[in-house]
């Protein structure tokens, strides 16, 4: 059993690894973003701002620019692919991460005086708050939703 999750981990890696290099053969400089799809949405990074990609036993890890480094889960990323549009929502950096999912828990880091919500695609607010809190996607129907705090904006789906 110890044997197949190492496997699974090893081909994980060589898939994702894979992956991006197809993705840079379509000469990532012509375009803006790399996105990043996993379960539960997407996230886009400006390609002008990663520095270097690498990748460890359990995440792919974007390291950007301005310092920080952006740790995805490989066990988790459906897709990778370059595009010259925003296709997901705007990283947010590891270290001052405002709205994050980790499994059903949606955790949202709001700073003084910003409010959080939760809108369906219909655009109905399903809900508020007014400072940091922890969220049980469980709550909420299937389905995809928008989560705003402040300006930051990042889309999530429940099961």
């Not at 699974?8 to 000469?27: D, P, Q």
């Not at 955790?107 to 959080?116: K, M, S, T």
């Not at 399903?126 to 939703?145: D, I, K, M, P, W």
């Amino acid at each position: 059993m110890q044997k197949n999750i190492i496997v699974m981990n090893i081909l994980r890696k060589f898939f994702a690894i894979g992956l991006f290099m197809t993705c840079s053969l379509a000469h990532a400089d012509n375009y803006a973003y790399l996105t990043i799809g996993q379960e539960g949405g997407q996230t886009s990074v400006q390609v002008s701002q990663i520095d270097k990609i690498t990748f460890d036993a359990n995440n792919i890890n974007i390291h950007l620019t301005d310092g920080t480094t952006q740790q995805m889960p490989l066990a988790s990323l459906s897709k990778m692919f370059f595009t010259g549009s925003n296709q997901g929502i705007a990283t947010v950096s590891a270290s001052k991460e405002v709205i994050s999912l980790d499994g059903t828990t949606l955790r949202l880091r709001l700073a003084d005086g910003e409010q959080a919500a939760i809108y369906d695609l219909g655009g109905v607010q399903v809900f508020t708050a007014n400072e940091s809190v922890e969220f049980q996607t469980s709550n909420l129907r299937r389905g995809v939703y928008i989560v705003r705090v402040g300006n930051k904006t990042k889309k999530i789906m429940t099961r």
